[in-house]
């Protein structure tokens, strides 16, 4: 028997090995084994069974160990890992290793303890004989006898402040058996030892979420792929919907992949989920699965759903690759989160590739969100997916009402660029007042490259492309990062004439000094990234401000993220601004979803809340469409200037990075690569720069890029890696691909 295998070694190549009669069993495709590679020994992947014809099968080395009885890799990862290899333009041997958890690879060891049963019952009178001759024995004897289950031998000996020998004697002469066991690491068992956490109750479902359910039911009914695309309002109880789907899912023998962006992975969610789950599906274990778990936790994990004892897992990105068995469906929770791309290699999207699974798998995808990303809204206008819709809140609730505060005025009226406005100050005093609890947002994304006039918020833009021009300090000029157009930066606002053109953004700590200031008496508490790094800060605050110790929680969009607080009336975002000024032709969107997150935030309990918004752009569009939370209605117009503009979801984007201590000789390369390129795909690839990336320079390498824009990323990318991979581009040049990048800022 001859397999290939493709080697974890660094490069990207499909070996052949003879396989040792006692493997044989073992050594299926998929299997992780262990090969001999030059002088020593590599982990692999089985990724055939039988050598090409003609082949030197009498020199072929032997296969050293197939490390698990059961494929690490089930056939419909290994499809997956192919595509992902052509589609991203990256090595298989990348993707195994971002499929397989290092835990795994590593082989690292389980974590095992002795278990202690009694095996054979003694007699009243032996009892008595026994406390006589050996009273420690008697003892552990005696308590033993008493537990319903086998009892941790380390656990009980120094409970009842025993030695080994103790339990020993007894094991030997047959009164206790003693047996060896894995033990399970569960994230976040701790929080249901301690009760912190409640148990969430199944509902009744409304018409529209009944409906929804159905049809994802029909789906798994039919045993084939669909993708279905959840659009329901903030509040509208998709979980619900999602959850049922899950316990159909189960119903049918099948496995579930549950994803969610890794910020939304609080203990909360997945306490919630998990509770849910288990009351739905009765003896189901819920893997966890993030980038916060120990090795032994993920390699537990990982083994439960490799071998079919557990079959769901919830997590992040990476849980798309879980080897659940029998996979029927995938949930993608808000699946407009740019959070479910890798910024690293390989650069691929957790959603399409989640999508791409479930087309391997001949399963069901249920992509759902309040503000669907326009590349699933188009795919569900034009067919391909089905559009499942939940317009009503749960019980009826009303959406909050949108305020919208010029800043503009604000700052003619305050004379300076105020923090808060006037009206968010009052709406905070009578929150206070009433004992409602208040959360400001901080918007956060981007940074502050643009120029916006806060006179009249009129904002530099690039005529070819639409998106925001970045200001480059070091020769104060305006670029264009995707065309590449450039101009000096204007002293005086190209509209009205006034100097107040520069961008001053707002950190989290500047707005809670502003609200100190005007609420005295208030608690205050400030969540940001810097909170986030501290696991039990963050879960602290979050603690406090359910139970009501805070009255203002101020923080950036991540403390909105699927969480609910019923006794927050008011949401405040101070600048709406800054994500509609990034410079990326998905600006609009991401304001527009930000804006709709964040008012949903607002009035999750009995009381209406009210959200008001600071914004020196108030006639924008997506200001304007979220006040109505309408989202075909912006939906509608955003997908006429993509249109117009041939942007994504009508043309795919590849970004092309070039990296390297010489700026000249990138220059150089990135132009004669660009002009063969061009002579390559002719009109069948669109190019825009080469031009400096938006930072010209981090860490003493300078960066420049090109944008490629091709209606078929299938047909272009392959061949764009194969004439890359013969380009003589220099030793201290690196460039990077990234397909379907979703963040141009
Ligand atoms: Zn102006
Ligand atoms: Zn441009």
Known sequence: MIVGVHPLAGFDKLLHYRVPDSLQASATVGALVRVPVLNSLRLGIIGEIGAPRDFPVDRLKSLAQVVHPFPALPPDLLGLARWMAGYYACGLDSIIETMIPAAVRNGAGLKQEKLLTVERHLSEEEITQLTKRAPQQARLYRFLAQQFKPQGRGLVLKRLGLTAAVSSALVKRGVLREETRRVDRVAYADDWAHGELVASQPHQLNSEQSAAVQAVAAGLTAEKFSVSLLHGVTGSGKTEVYLRAVDAALKSGGGVVYLVPEVAL?????????????????????????????????????????????????GARSAVFAPVQNLKLIVVDEEHEPAYKQDETPRYHGRDVAVMRAKL???????????????????????????????????????????????????????????????????????????????????????????????????????????????????????CHLCGDQRPAPLRCPQCGAPEIR?????????????????????????????????????????????????????????????DFPNVTLVGLIDADISMHIPDFRANERTFQLLVQVAGRAGRGDRAGEVIVQTFTPQAGAVQFSRHADYAGFAESELKMRRDFHYPPYRHLIHHLFRGPNPEKLKFFAEQWAKL????????????????????????????????????????????????????WPDDLTQVLDVDPVNLG
């Open 266 to 314: 609080t203990p909360q969610t997945v306490a919630r989920l998990r509770s849910r789950l288990e009351a739905i599906a009765p003896g189901h274990r819920v893997v966890v699965w993030h980038s916060h778990l120990s090795e032994g936790e993920r390699l537990d994990g990982w083994l439960a759903l490799a071998t079919g004892e557990a079959r769901v897992v919830v």
């Open 361 to 479: 798998t001949g399963a069901v995808c249920l992509l759902g969100s309040a503000t669907p990303s326009l590349e699933s809204y188009a795919n569900a206008q034009a067919g391909k997916y089905r559009l499942l819709q939940l317009l009503q809140r749960v019980d009826d609730r009303k959406l909050p009402h949108i305020d919208i505060v010029d800043l503009r005025i604000e700052a003619m009226r305050q004379r300076t660029l105020p923090a808060l406005s006037h009206k968010l100050v009052e709406a905070m005093r009578g929150r206070l007042d009433r004992r409602e609890q208040t959360i400001l947002f901080i918007n956060r994304r981007g940074y502050s490259s643009s120029m916006l006039c806060t006179k009249c918020g009129h904002v530099e833009e690039c005529t070819h492309c639409s998106i925001a021009l970045t200001y480059h300090r070091t020769d104060e000029t305006l670029r």
């Open 503 to 563: 961008w001053r953004g707002l950190g989290t700590q500047r707005v809670e000094e502003a609200v100190r200031r005007v609420l005295p008496r208030a608690k205050i508490e400030r969540m940001d990234t810097d909170a986030m790094a501290k696991k039990n800060r963050f879960r602290q605050i979050l603690g406090d401000f359910r139970t009501g110790k805070i009255d203002v929680l101020v923080g950036t969009q991540m403390i909105g993220k699927g969480l």
């Open 677 to 728: 390129v061009e002579k390559e795909f002719g009109d069948r690839l669109e190019l825009r720069g080469p031009s400096p990336s938006p930072i010209e320079k981090i860490k003493d390498e300078y960066r420049w890029q090109l944008w490629y824009f091709c209606a078929s990323a299938t047909k272009v990318v392959p061949r764009l890696a194969e004439l890359r991979s013969k380009f003589a």
